[in-house]
């Protein structure tokens, strides 16, 4: 990609960009070409003659393959409509940020267990809670972790379809998104986790995050040791901390400046979950020619591992992600990518930096501080927790309990990965076990 082309891309709506990594890289298969960046989404679907399925979803329902009700559940009705309980909270973080936190009390037929230990979950990049509930019962991990006699909690990141709410700012609003994974490692983290061990009466639980799950933990846990006393064991999935050796298409926008970047996407939220990403659920994903390119759309950022996916649950996965967040955060993985170096965003001049920080370059994470056990798992082909950054990350653990590298895996397949139950989940339960 030149940079003429990165300059075209980011002159048209942000949710076309990711259509456009789409047809710069597995556009051939759909036939997408080269003279087609530039185009709007819309007119890209006529051109296509995709819109034809546009219209099909509201009225003649009678043609189409039924959709998977599950596509327009929100987290709490993907939990009750299998039967499990699902309380809905909020937690205010010391900055006003209004988070929603789900609590599953309880399995489906294990009521009776009493003093269960709490398993908090936190999801990644551009997605929810329902991350956790949205493959079978016996595949995801909040059913499978309920019915295994645990209290389960699920937090949501600000600025995701949960958590657009705070104090006295409103989203649309610059200064609610004025912000990117240091405040989630500084404020949502520790206010979920405060709150989730107040409800169930506890001192301690077990945290599992997964990517930018993990971040907010290791910059929590490396500026505060001591809140890792709350934390009996810290599972990593796809850990995120230095993202300088990223596959993710999304390292091509490192190549332009960050006001650059503002000036096209604005201080505001990068690809919140809306209207068109629902039709395009609802519509295009029921063709099976075009399941390509739903697959694509979602994990264009992540990365994708077809073989290793549940092509059927596909609209599911997708009215439910991308879930947004702001533009600031997608800036602060495009630094770390240019640094290399796990750090504080970079308010991109010395005077500003020296305003928020009192220091010209931001301050280091520094994750050898970090006291809490911890178990890494990562995948050898994932796109954003690439080898090479989790090497860099292994020796700073000073209290490794596991690091399991799985063959073939990508980022996302640690949430809906056909096997992920067998190759993570099982073996995060048993070290629950052997660690209590
Ligand atoms: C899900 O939708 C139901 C019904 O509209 C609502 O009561 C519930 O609060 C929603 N859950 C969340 C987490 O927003
Ligand atoms: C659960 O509690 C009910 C009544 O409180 C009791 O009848 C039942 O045997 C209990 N089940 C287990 C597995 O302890
Ligand atoms: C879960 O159950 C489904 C249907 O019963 C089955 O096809 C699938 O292999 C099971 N998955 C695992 C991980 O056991
Ligand atoms: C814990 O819960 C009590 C009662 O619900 C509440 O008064 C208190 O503020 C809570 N503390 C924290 C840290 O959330
Ligand atoms: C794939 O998803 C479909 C639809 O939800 C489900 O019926 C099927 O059992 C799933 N297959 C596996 C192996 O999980
Ligand atoms: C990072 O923390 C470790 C452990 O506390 C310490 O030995 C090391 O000097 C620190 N490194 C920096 C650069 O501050």
Not at 15 to 32: C, M
Request: neutral net charge; charged residues 20%.
């Amino acid at each position: 990609m030149n940079m003429h082309q990165i300059f075209s891309l980011l002159f048209v709506y942000k949710f076309y960009l990711i259509f456009l990594w789409l047809s710069e890289t597995q556009g051939k298969i759909l036939g997408f070409e080269k003279k087609h960046v530039g185009y709007k989404l819309d007119q890209l679907l006529v051109k296509k003659n995709l819109f034809k399925y546009v219209p099909v979803m509201k009225q003649e329902c009678t043609k189409c393959p039924r959709l998977d009700p599950e596509v327009n559940m929100n987290v709490t009705q993907l939990l009750t409509s299998k039967g499990y309980p699902c309380e809905d909270y909020t937690v205010e973080t010391k900055d006003g940020f209004l988070l929603s936190v789900q609590r599953v009390a309880h399995g489906l037929n294990n009521k009776n267990i009493t003093n269960r230990p709490v398993v908090f979950l936190q999801h990644g990049l551009l997605c929810t809670s329902t991350n956790w509930v949205t493959n079978l019962i016996n595949e995801s991990l909040a059913f499978i972790l309920a019915d295994e006699g645990y209290e389960v909690w699920m937090g949501n990141s600000r600025g995701n379809t949960y958590s657009r709410r705070h104090r006295t700012l409103s989203p649309d609003q610059d200064e609610f998104w004025a912000w990117s994974w240091d405040e989630m490692g500084e404020y949502d983290f520790p206010a979920m986790i405060d709150f989730a061990l107040n409800v169930s009466g506890k001192t301690s639980l077990y945290y599992v995050g997964h990517s930018q799950g993990t971040t907010q933990a290791f910059i929590q846990l490396s500026q505060n040791p001591e809140f890792g006393e709350k934390i009996k064991l810290f599972f990593a999935l796809a850990p995120v901390a230095t993202v300088g050796s990223i596959e993710s298409p999304i390292r091509y926008l490192s190549a332009l400046k960050d006001e650059t970047i503002y000036e096209v996407l604005k201080r505001r939220d990068f690809l919140p979950s809306n209207r068109i990403l629902d039709i395009l659920a609802d519509t295009v994903c029921r063709s099976k020619e075009l399941r390509f390119l739903c697959a694509n759309v979602l994990f264009l950022i992540a990365g994708y591992d077809t073989s290793n996916l549940n092509n059927s649950r596909l609209p599911v996965y997708i009215n439910h992600t991308p879930a947004g967040c702001s533009v600031q955060d997608l800036i602060h993985y495009l630094q770390g990518y240019r640094s290399g170096i796990f750090r504080k965003y970079d308010y991109g001049s010395a005077e500003q930096n020296e305003k928020y920080y009192g220091q010209p370059t931001p301050p280091q994470y520094n994750v050898s501080r970090i006291t809490a056990p911890v178990a890494l798992f990562y995948g050898a082909n994932d796109w954003l927790a690439d080898l090479k950054d989790v090497a860099l990350l292994i020796p700073k653990i000073q209290n490794l309990k596991a690091k399991i590298e799985i063959p073939q895996w990508n980022h996302l397949d640690f949430i809906w990965g056909e096997n992920a139950a067998t190759k993570v989940y099982n073996t995060v339960i048993q070290m629950i076990k052997d660690n209590p």
